[in-house]
């Protein structure tokens, strides 16, 4: 989805920008919770936020007389800052193939309406086009009850290499509620899982988007480099198990944590003679220990350490089974 495959791409979505809203209270109320579920998609990770279809972000009317420009000026420092520090001036992504660029400018994009997805000219959607073809999320504010949905239809139409058009129907992830963050999260890992199955190596190279209630260590990559391809499908499906787990602890406060299936803390003896072998750099960049292992087959581990504020488990290696003081 992006550089480093930890940024999220965000196009607005300019129809859904038109408000006609009967008070600015209504507008700014609007952008604030739209700001607020950008932030809990990021959840601390980089993003990018394109405008496409719309000349200048900040002429975009809120409610009437009221802009996007107003805003920032009335807005709390986090909101504005967060708003200032992902808007982007250009009108695709910049990792965008020549390919997918031009696919893009040859191909218009219409919301679909009743069961036979008919398109409504006049009603163009280049932003949900973009999201949908960079394989980012549609970003609008609820001036209509189609924006509350998490998936919009869309007729897409194109011209192929023999100038003929051909249209079908697709869906964009649409983002405009601090409430349909966690839905989205959910479908955004399904549509990358489902699309990279067979490539773990490419998997794991999403983890950021794949695992996000996971945090990695900065040795983890050096360590896949070296698994063979059956060992790390394995590894992805574990990683998989230990994110549900945490996302399952952190929608409910009071239970106990961590909970982590089929994890097992290293021995005392173990930690008394080898605990030097599960120290790693972890996400910050100093040396923790990595008590805790899953097993993946009898010949490799997964090593992992709890973290509480906030509740996270982060991984620290994923790679040969480690001394113990029984196998060495």
Same mark, same amino acid.
């Given at each position: 989805?992006?550089?480093?495959?930890?940024?999220?791409?965000?196009?607005?979505?300019?129809?859904?920008?038109?408000?006609?809203?009967?008070?600015?209270?209504?507008?700014?109320?609007?952008?604030?919770?739209?700001?607020?579920?950008?932030?809990?998609?990021?959840?601390?990770?980089?993003?990018?936020?394109?405008?496409?279809?719309?000349?200048?972000?900040?002429?975009?009317?809120?409610?009437?007389?009221?802009?996007?420009?107003?805003?920032?000026?009335?807005?709390?420092?986090?909101?504005?800052?967060?708003?200032?520090?992902?808007?982007?001036?250009?009108?695709?992504?910049?990792?965008?193939?020549?390919?997918?660029?031009?696919?893009?400018?040859?191909?218009?994009?219409?919301?679909?309406?009743?069961?036979?997805?008919?398109?409504?000219?006049?009603?163009?959607?280049?932003?949900?086009?973009?999201?949908?073809?960079?394989?980012?999320?549609?970003?609008?504010?609820?001036?209509?009850?189609?924006?509350?949905?998490?998936?919009?239809?869309?007729?897409?139409?194109?011209?192929?290499?023999?100038?003929?058009? !051909?249209?079908? =129907? +697709?869906?964009?992830?649409?983002?405009?509620?601090?409430?349909?963050? %966690? *839905?989205?999260?959910? &479908?955004?890992?399904?549509?990358?899982?489902?699309?990279?199955?067979?490539?773990?190596?490419?998997?794991?190279? !999403?983890?950021? =988007? +794949?695992?996000?209630?996971?945090?990695?260590?900065?040795?983890?990559? %050096? *360590?896949?480099?070296? &698994?063979?391809?059956?060992?790390?499908?394995?590894?992805?499906?574990?990683?998989?198990?230990?994110?549900?787990?945490?996302?399952?602890?952190?929608?409910?406060?009071?239970?106990?944590?961590?909970?982590?299936?089929?994890?097992?803390?290293?021995?005392?003896?173990?930690?008394?003679?080898?605990?030097?072998?599960?120290?790693?750099?972890?996400?910050?960049?100093?040396?923790?220990?990595?008590?805790?292992?899953?097993?993946?087959?009898?010949?490799?581990?997964?090593?992992?350490?709890?973290?509480?504020?906030?509740?996270?488990?982060?991984?620290?290696?994923?790679?040969?089974?480690?001394?113990?003081?029984?196998?060495?």
């Amino acid at each position: 989805m992006a550089l480093e495959g930890s940024r999220t791409q965000f196009f607005f979505n300019e129809l859904s920008a038109r408000v006609q809203a009967s008070s600015k209270s209504h507008g700014r109320e609007r952008i604030d919770d739209m700001i607020d579920a950008v932030a809990t998609m990021m959840d601390g990770n980089p993003a990018w936020f394109f405008v496409v279809g719309e000349p200048n972000l900040w002429t975009i009317e809120l409610s009437p007389g009221f802009t996007v420009s107003d805003w920032i000026h009335q807005s709390d420092c986090d909101r504005r800052t967060l708003l200032l520090s992902i808007a982007s001036k250009e009108s695709l992504p910049r990792d965008a193939s020549e390919a997918l660029a031009n696919r893009f400018q040859l191909s218009e994009y219409f919301l679909s309406q009743g069961s036979r997805g008919a398109s409504v000219r006049g009603m163009e959607a280049r932003g949900f086009g973009a999201a949908v073809l960079f394989e980012g999320i549609g970003v609008s504010l609820r001036s209509e009850d189609r924006w509350s949905q998490t998936q919009v239809s869309l007729q897409h139409m194109w011209l192929d290499e023999d100038c003929m058009e !051909r249209n079908d =129907e +697709v869906e964009a992830l649409n983002l405009s509620a601090s409430t349909q963050a %966690s *839905h989205l999260l959910e &479908l955004q890992r399904k549509r990358i899982r489902s699309d990279l199955k067979g490539d773990p190596a490419r998997l794991f190279g !999403r983890k950021l =988007e +794949v695992f996000p209630h996971l945090v990695f260590g900065l040795d983890v990559d %050096s *360590h896949v480099q070296l &698994l063979p391809q059956g060992v790390l499908r394995v590894a992805v499906g574990k990683l998989m198990t230990l994110d549900g787990a945490v996302r399952a602890r952190r929608s409910n406060e009071e239970a106990t944590f961590p909970f982590m299936p089929k994890c097992h803390a290293e021995s005392e003896p173990t930690m008394q003679k080898y605990g030097c072998q599960r120290r790693f750099k972890n996400a910050e960049g100093g040396f923790a220990t990595y008590q805790y292992h899953a097993m993946i087959g009898s010949d490799h581990r997964i090593h992992l350490r709890v973290c509480h504020h906030p509740r996270r488990i982060e991984i620290g290696y994923i790679g040969r089974h480690l001394d113990t003081v029984r196998f060495n």
